[in-house]
Nanobody
Framework: QVHLVESGGGLVQAGSSLKISCAVS????????MGWFRQAPGKEREFVAT????????WVADSMNGRFSISRDNTKNTVSLQMNSLKPEDTSVYYC????????????????????WGQGTQVTVSS
C-alpha cells in the first residue's frame, strides 16, 4: 500500500522559514516525479513545486520562486520543501504527490498527472 506522509507544518511568523517533508513508502520512489501543492480554504489546489525522479529537473511556481525550493533524497524516499520569507498568504494545507515518470518526461504541474497524494500538513503564517 502506498503512503505519502507529510510532516513539519506549523504556525510561524511572517518572514520566518519552515521546511516540510514527505516520507514515501509502498512504491519505487526513483520511478516517480514528486510535487508539492497547496490549498487554502475556499480555493483550488495550486501547484507549488516539482522535482524529477532523479532530482535533475525542478522548478517552483512563479509566485514562490526565490523563496521556496524543493529537494529529494532517493536513499531515504523523502521529498522536502524549504520555504523562506513566509507570508500570511502562504497559509495553506500543503500536500505532496507522486507522479509516475512514465506519464511525463518532465515533472508535471497539473494535479491530474499525479497518482498518489498525502493527507497534507497545515502551514499557518501569522502577520
Amino acid at each position: 500500500q502506498v503512503h505519502l506522509v507529510e510532516s513539519g507544518g506549523g504556525l510561524v511568523q511572517a518572514g520566518s522559514s519552515l521546511k516540510i517533508s514527505c516520507a514515501v513508502s509502498g512504491l519505487t520512489f526513483r520511478s516517480y516525479h514528486m510535487g508539492w501543492f497547496r490549498q487554502a480554504p475556499g480555493k483550488e489546489r495550486e501547484f507549488v513545486a516539482t522535482i524529477s525522479w532523479n532530482g535533475g529537473n525542478s522548478w517552483v511556481a512563479d509566485s514562490m520562486n526565490g523563496r521556496f525550493s524543493i529537494s529529494r533524497d532517493n536513499t531515504k524516499n523523502t521529498v522536502s520543501l524549504q520555504m523562506n520569507s513566509l507570508k500570511p498568504e502562504d497559509t495553506s494545507v500543503y500536500y505532496c504527490a507522486a507522479s509516475n515518470m512514465r506519464r511525463s518526461a518532465l515533472p508535471p504541474e497539473r494535479t491530474g498527472l499525479y497518482d498518489y497524494w498525502g493527507q497534507g500538513t497545515q502551514v499557518t503564517v501569522s502577520s
